[in-house]
Each structure stands twice: as C-alpha cells, then as structure tokens.
C-alpha cells in the first residue's frame, strides 16, 4: 500500500472513532515522569489536536517523581507504606511546591501546542480550581499516615461546566478539607474518582509501560473487568500496575464505559489508542469485547461491506440491499469493540426440521482471531434451540472448511425440497455439506 492510500485507509478508519468521541468527555491520568521535557511536549500536542475535535479533556497529573526530587534536594528522607507515601508537614510542603511546578509546566506546554492544532490561533482556556475535597487516609496498621489522604467528594458540577465552556480542566493530586487542611493524593484513585463522578466516557491512564502487563511482561490488549479481577487475585499481572488496574476495574463498574493504559513514550500514543482499530494499549471494559448477536438494518452497510469483496470473486452468491432488508431477520453480525467483523445468516426449514448456514464472512483483517469458528458455534446453539435436526451449508470453493469441523458432503436430494429448486435455478453446481444435529 502506497503512501497515499495508507493514509486514505488510515483517515477512514479514524473517521467513526472521530465521530463518537465529539462532545465525550476524558479523563487523562499522566504519570509524574511523563511530564516534562519530550513526553509532555508530545502529549500536550495531542491533547489540543483532541480538544479541536470537540473533545472534552480532563487532564490529571502525578507528582510522586517531582516529591522525590524536591525531597532529596532538600535531605528529606522519604518514609511509604504499602506503596503510599507518609506525608507530614515537610512533605506536604514539597508536594505543594511539585504540584505548582508540573502545573505551569503542562500550562506552558499546551500554550505551545496550540500554534499545531487544527484551530491555530485560538486559546485553550485551561481551568484549575478546587474541584476536589479530601480526608485524612488516617492511621493504617499502626501507621500514621500524616497529611495522607483520599478522595472525599469531586465537584463534577462546576468540572462540567468548565469543559461546557470549552476549557481543558487541569487538576492536581491535592485536595483540601472543609477545615482548610490540605491532603497528598494518588494520581490513580484521584482520576478513578474524576471519572466516575464525570461519567466519563473514557478514563486513560498514560504510564512508562506500553500498557498493562502480564507477569511475564507481555502486553495484554483486551480486558474485561472480569478479566481483569481474575489477574489480579491471580498475581497474573505486573506488580506495579496492580494499583493502575484496579482503578480501572472500579470505573468501568460504575459507568465509565472504557478504561486505556498506554505507554506515553510512544508518540501519539492517544491518537493511535483512541483513533486506530486495534490501538496500541491496554482497553478495559465491563463486558467483553466481542459479541455476537441478531443483525438489524442499520447493520446492513457493514454487512455489504464484508460479503462484496467474495461476491465479486463468486464465491459468495450476490444479494443486494433490498434482499438483505428483506432477510434480515436472517442475519447475526459479529462485534468487536463496536466495530463488526463478521456475519453469518440461518435459514430455516420448519418443515424439514433443517436449517441453511449462509453467508458466513469474517473481515480481512480478522481471519487470524478465531472469529469463523465462534459464529459456526453461534449458529449450531441457534440451530438446535430451533429444535432442528439437521445444518446445511453450500460452498463452491470454501468446503475443506466445513469438512475440517465435522460436516459430511451430501447430495441434492438431501436438501429440504424449496432449497432444491433453489440450487438447480442458480446454476452454481455449488459442493453441499451436512452436518446433524443432536
């Protein structure tokens, strides 16, 4: 594929993600060593190129690294428990001073990136405030944990009617309680909570790693929350994201619809995450990703899409748009991330106690995932909550497929008696395949 048309490709397949994300509203969680110097000069391009696309983009920071480097400047030794920092007076201090210093270093930096984006000229308004109260995390196991604290309440109201107003709204890990006092909070649970108070349509989670890990450092593209819980009573995950991941899991049960982990080392990570088919990290959602289910008419387009290629080739039996409105009852599409990558149609023969598998197509890109298998699967539990005996299937050139699982070559006569006549009128000579049922 030239040049030219890769980035055509690329542009159509962006297209519909550009089209849903329009008005939806982010969460960004970025790790405190991921903003300064070349990580947040591209990301802070990113971010504006997402906020000309109508996107609504709240953007939270880590400050664990800065803490760190102010605290051994200053010959402060560092004291944490169970992965949390012990903040007292001292440190509380330097966490103030961490937190102003990355905040104007993010500002800086999108006011760069505005002279990039596809609105030049304009301002991105960028809105702090205190959006977020907090409480004490108090004494745990015996372990004061001084000016320690988590989330008490996000003010979601004045959040949204910030991004209403086209702002990027910017947040700190630091919270204040109704006595004045100040807490040091976890960039994690303070993003988990933004979201869900937000309902969020995404939380991202922009970390050193490509993603989440598994323990043998491999990435894992896809999980369900389910999933996700699995790995974690199982330790089947890398120990430093056991946290990151369980923010994830919490939101994706209380309405955020997806949760991303993605490394902020590549370039364009976010664009090529939230804009691309198959992304570039780790995609967290509460059901799993993949269904299947009956087709309706607003899937016809997808539908034409899949089975034009193998028409034109013959393999396929051409069918236009008004038979496909006509059958669609027929028809089951395959999901994957709302995106559908195959179909198959069920005709059944009441009478003969038989149903026809037709139509059975799997994307291009897809034939590795195991997703024909899964719609054969489909069709056999449809077929025998019918009560059928028996599943047919005609081919001209795809029969080791269905003799590979189990079906038997059959002849015509086998055929229910309408789908003779059907077979001798299309002149296609095309092999049958049987298999029974029960």
């Known amino acids: 594929m030239s040049g030219d048309d890769l980035f055509v490709h690329d542009f159509r397949e962006a297209a519909p993600y550009i089209d849903y994300l329009r008005g939806k509203t982010l969460v960004i969680g970025v790790a405190s060593n991921l903003v300064s110097g070349q990580p947040l000069a591209a990301l802070a391009t990113d971010l504006t190129l997402l906020a000309s696309l109508g996107v609504h983009l709240v953007l939270i920071h880590g400050s664990r690294q800065q803490i760190s480097e102010l605290s051994n400047a200053a010959g402060h030794e ?4 169970n992965g949390r920092r012990i903040t007292d007076n001292a440190t509380l201090t ?40 907090a409480r004490p995390l108090g004494v745990s196991n015996g372990i004061d944990m001084g000016y320690t604290g988590r989330v008490r309440k996000v003010d979601s109201e ?33 993003a988990e909570a933004v979201a869900i108070s937000l309902k969020a349509e995404k939380l991202i989670f922009i970390i050193n790693q490509e993603g989440i890990l598994d323990e043998k450092d491999a990435l894992i593209s896809n999980l369900s929350a389910k999933e996700a819980q699995q790995r974690l009573e199982n330790d089947s995950v890398h120990v430093a994201q056991r946290r990151i991941l369980k923010a994830a899991i919490n939101a994706v049960e209380n309405d955020v619809q997806r949760t991303h982990v993605l490394s902020g080392l590549q370039d364009g990570g976010i664009i090529r995450e939230l804009f691309t088919r198959n992304g570039v990290g780790t995609s967290v959602a509460k059901a799993p990703f993949m269904n299947i289910s009956q087709a309706h008419s607003g899937d016809i387009p997808d539908i034409m899409s899949l089975i034009r290629p193998l028409e034109d080739e013959g393999i396929l039996l051409p069918r236009s748009r008004e038979y496909l409105d006509s ?9 994957h991330d709302r995106q559908i990558y195959g179909c198959v149609a069920l005709k059944i023969f009441t009478e003969s106690k038989a149903a026809e598998l037709a139509c059975l197509v799997v994307a291009k890109h897809a034939q590795d995932g195991g997703y024909g298998k899964l719609l054969l699967e489909y069709v056999l539990n449809e077929a025998q909550k019918h009560g059928l005996d028996m599943l047919f299937a005609l081919s001209t050139q795809t029969g080791e497929w269905f003799l590979e699982r189990n079906f ?3 002849e015509v006569a086998q055929l229910p008696l309408g789908r ?15 298999l029974p049922l029960g």
């Open 94 to 133: 330097l966490a103030k001073q961490a937190c102003g210093l990355v905040r104007f270093n993010i500002e800086a930096a999108l006011s760069v990136g505005i002279a990039h984006s596809p609105q030049r000229g304009k301002y991105l308004r960028i809105a702090s405030g205190n959006y977020v109260s």
């Open 78 to 81: 560092p004291e944490y428990h």
């Open 158 to 190: 004045a959040i949204q009617q910030r991004l209403d107003d086209g702002a990027l709204v910017l947040i700190s890990p630091l919270g204040h309680s109704l006595s004045g006092k100040t807490f040091n909070l976890s960039m994690a649970d303070l």
């Open 408 to 410: 038997q070559s059959a």
């Open 327 to 335: 059958h669609i009852h027929e028809f089951s599409v395959l999901e």
């Open 420 to 434: 003779q006549q059907e077979y001798h009128d299309s002149g296609r000579c095309s092999k049958i395949f049987m």
